[in-house]
Nanobody, 124 residues
Framework: QVQLVESGGGLVRPGSSLTLSCAVS????????WTWFRQTPGKERERVAF???????AYADSVKGRFTISRDNGQRLVYLQMNDLRPEDTAVYYC??????????????????WGQGTQVTVSS
C-alpha cells in the first residue's frame, strides 16, 4: 500500500523558513519523480517544485531562489526547504509522485499518489 505523509507545516512570520517533509512508503522512492504542489481555497493546485529520478529540478517562478526540493532515497523522504516565506505562500502543500511521460507536467493530473497535505500559513 502506497502512502505519502507530509509534515512540517505551521504558522510563521514573513521572512521565516520552514522545511516540509514527505514520508513515502510502499514503493522505492529512487525510481520515481516527485513534486510539491500547493493549493489555496478556490484555486487549482499549483506545482511549486519538481525533482526527477535523474535529479532534474524545476521550480515555479514565484518560488525560485527561495524554495529547494530534495530527496533522501534511503530515508524515503522528499523535502521542501522554504526560505523567505511570504504571505502569498500561504496554502496547503502536497507531495505527489510523478508518472512520466508527461503531457503537461504542471498539471496535477500527471501525478498519481498524493499525501493528505500540510498547512503553511505566513502571517504577521
Amino acid at each position: 500500500q502506497v502512502q505519502l505523509v507530509e509534515s512540517g507545516g505551521g504558522l510563521v512570520r514573513p521572512g521565516s523558513s520552514l522545511t516540509l517533509s514527505c514520508a513515502v512508503s510502499g514503493l522505492t522512492l529512487a525510481f520515481y519523480d516527485w513534486t510539491w504542489f500547493r493549493q489555496t481555497p478556490g484555486k487549482e493546485r499549483e506545482r511549486v517544485a519538481f525533482i526527477g529520478k535523474d535529479n532534474a529540478f524545476a521550480y515555479a517562478d514565484s518560488v525560485k531562489g527561495r524554495f529547494t526540493i530534495s530527496r533522501d532515497n534511503g530515508q524515503r523522504l522528499v523535502y521542501l526547504q522554504m526560505n523567505d516565506l511570504r504571505p502569498e505562500d500561504t496554502a496547503v502543500y502536497y507531495c505527489a509522485r510523478g508518472l512520466p511521460p508527461y503531457t503537461d507536467p504542471l498539471s496535477p493530473r500527471e501525478y498519481d499518489y498524493w499525501g493528505q497535505g500540510t498547512q503553511v500559513t505566513v502571517s504577521s
